[in-house]
């Protein structure tokens, strides 16, 4: 659509699964392998302190190879801070490549937060995707990764009537049990056919319930050719499996009207049709007859960050309104997320939300606004402990997610020396390209970075962003 950005990420060539590596007191690193393996789970990779030992499993449907093999070594705990002058004469020509159009940027010392490199840091840039790593902080800092979200039946007072009640878990799925799910853990609505028909209620109509959130189902900035282009929904409280049309696949075309459509699917598995559902409230205090629970909010987080998943974004957003009191909308999620991040100390000046994914073209966020939440995350600082599960849960260049086909990660490029060390949240939208995330110089010393581009082509300058986190990887700059 001439004129428009909407969101293209990477078309993988099927899914990927998460890099599991044991997150202790010493720091990880996934070393890059020439040969291939599938490597399960969740990893601690260039993160200052991994000391988050949850568990938490991605697994995905269909799994692929990755293109890394996983060795886990310690990360010397002397490794020297790059010089500021070095660094710099390494990384300016880098960041003066024309294919970054409008450029800006900072690195900094995961160890002490010290900045080490930058280049106009307080302007404003479309953030595209990486906006999910503001999103997924203020989760950890008021949700906590054990927060999970229901899905309910409950009976109405017309007899025969049911009414189904959206809590805002978008994974919901209506795969048949023992086949796999697009999301990870995600429940399935036969087990809610299955309780409501233990509850020997003579099921004849079917109210469909999504009061739960409310306001617009698109966000400004986004255009009705993201939902047929498969990037999102209209944002509604009940769905099934993303409101995909096909449950197993990234980006097809997705519903226009996701609760209805799940009502009808669950009204089908009850023998009922389509004529007999509705949308409307249930009644206050109704009686429950079944109910299902997401995944915790560690499973849908990473799946988020790993597929960049907007829909989750947008979900995991309003369930951070609605713990800070404030609308779950488009509008009061964004501000629940700033108010958030605010209130533990992170300076969001320049922030402009209007969602929690980074899918509308009207967002901005400053370089320095996601530095400060990747150094705290891997730094020692009051928030480290809470927020370090962000940093774990980022794609590993190369191998896992939106990163898998770069770094040298697709059958015909060149091996990179960033793939497996590079860990980052990527952003790509037409126009726009970012990457935020951490990686290890080759003394063994984590750098965090938050690089952003705007006004030419992800084609070109996705390759010049990987070369500047590549360049830290490669470079001691002492």
């Given amino acids: ?79 020297p801070q790059p010089a500021v002058a070095a660094l710099a004469a390494v990384l300016d020509p880098l960041a003066a490549n024309p294919s970054l159009g409008t450029f800006t940027g900072r690195v900094t010392d995961a160890a002490t937060g010290a900045v080490l490199w930058e280049s106009r840091p307080e302007v404003p840039q479309e953030p595209a995707s990486t906006m999910k790593i503001l999103t997924t902080a203020a989760a950890l800092l008021t949700l906590g990764v054990d927060d999970e979200v229901p899905t309910r039946v409950v009976a109405t007072d017309v007899p025969g009537q049911v009414a189904i009640v959206g809590g805002g878990d978008v994974t919901l799925s209506a795969q048949p049990a023992g086949s796999p799910t697009y999301y990870p853990g995600a429940p399935r609505l036969d087990d809610l056919v299955a309780q409501v028909r233990a509850s020997g209620v003579s099921v004849t109509s079917v109210v469909v ?44 075309p997705r519903s226009a009207t996701p609760a209805l459509d799940a009502g009808r699917t669950f009204a089908q598995r009850l023998g009922l049709a389509p004529a007999a559902v509705t949308a409307g409230p249930a009644p206050d205090g109704a009686r429950q007859l079944a109910e299902v629970r997401s995944a915790p909010l560690r499973t849908r987080a990473e799946a988020m960050l790993v597929r960049s998943d907007n ?36 300076d969001v000046t320049g922030l402009t939300g209007l969602d929690t994914s980074g899918l509308s073209v009207d967002d901005r966020i400053p370089a320095r606004l996601l530095s400060d939440v990747v150094a705290a995350a891997a730094g020692s600082g009051p928030l480290s402990a ?41 952003g790509t939208l037409d126009g726009v390209s970012s990457l935020a995330g951490t990686v290890a110089d080759t003394d063994g010393r984590v750098l965090g970075f938050a690089l952003m581009s705007t006004g030419a082509s992800p084609a070109v300058t996705r390759p010049a962003l990987d070369a500047i986190a590549t360049a830290l990887r490669s470079c001691g700059c002492r």
């Fill in 386 to 426: 809470t927020l370090r599960p962000l940093l774990t849960w980022l794609p590993v260049a190369g191998a896992t997610g939106t990163l898998a086909n770069r770094y040298g990660g697709s059958r015909d490029a060149a091996p990179s020396s960033g793939a497996g060390f590079v860990r980052a949240k990527t």
């Fill in 311 to 346: 829909l989750q974004a947008e979900a995991i957003g309003r369930e951070v309104a609605l713990a800070r009191g404030q609308a779950p909308t488009f509008a009061g999620a964004a501000a629940a997320v700033s108010q958030t991040l605010a209130a533990h100390g992170i």
């Fill in 209 to 252: 319930d999504t009061r739960r959130w409310s306001g617009d189902g698109l966000a400004p900035g986004w255009s009705r050719a993201d939902v047929a282009g498969g990037y999102t929904a209209p944002v509604e409280a009940l769905m099934l499996d993303g409101a995909r049309s096909k449950p197993l696949v990234e980006d097809p």
């Fill in 1 to 79: 659509m001439l004129g428009r950005r909407v969101s293209r990420r990477l078309a993988l060539p099927g899914r990927t699964r998460a890099t599991r590596l044991l997150a202790g007191t010493a720091v990880l690193l996934l070393v890059a392998a020439v040969a291939a393996a599938v490597v399960e789970g969740r990893g601690g990779v260039s993160v200052a302190v991994g000391t988050h030992t949850g568990p938490v499993t991605v697994t995905s449907a269909p799994p692929v190879p990755m293109s890394a093999a996983a060795v886990v070594v310690p990360l010397p705990a002397d490794a």
